[in-house]
């Protein structure tokens, strides 16, 4: 489990730091691979969706904070 490995190595969890991008297709409506523009939004949403969730009762009991950075620059 990975918040009982952080806390094991680090006493306590005081911050999520999120810092993922990936670049969904910038293809024609008519021509995108809806595989890859699920794979975008897998990592660019939903992984840090469930990091946030996994983590939030640590969090919650140091009154720590969740940073989610994400930007996409081509």
């Known amino acids: 489990d990975l918040v009982a490995q952080a806390q094991s190595a680090y006493g306590r969890v005081d911050v999520l730091f999120a810092n993922a991008f990936r670049m969904p297709p910038m293809d024609p409506l008519t021509q995108v691979d809806h595989r890859k523009i699920s794979r975008a939004m897998d990592v660019n949403v ?22 989610m950075v994400n930007s996409g620059v081509p």
């Open 46 to 67: 939903m992984a840090p969706l469930r990091l946030a969730s996994v983590f939030a009762d640590a969090l919650e009991a140091t009154q720590g904070n969740i940073v």
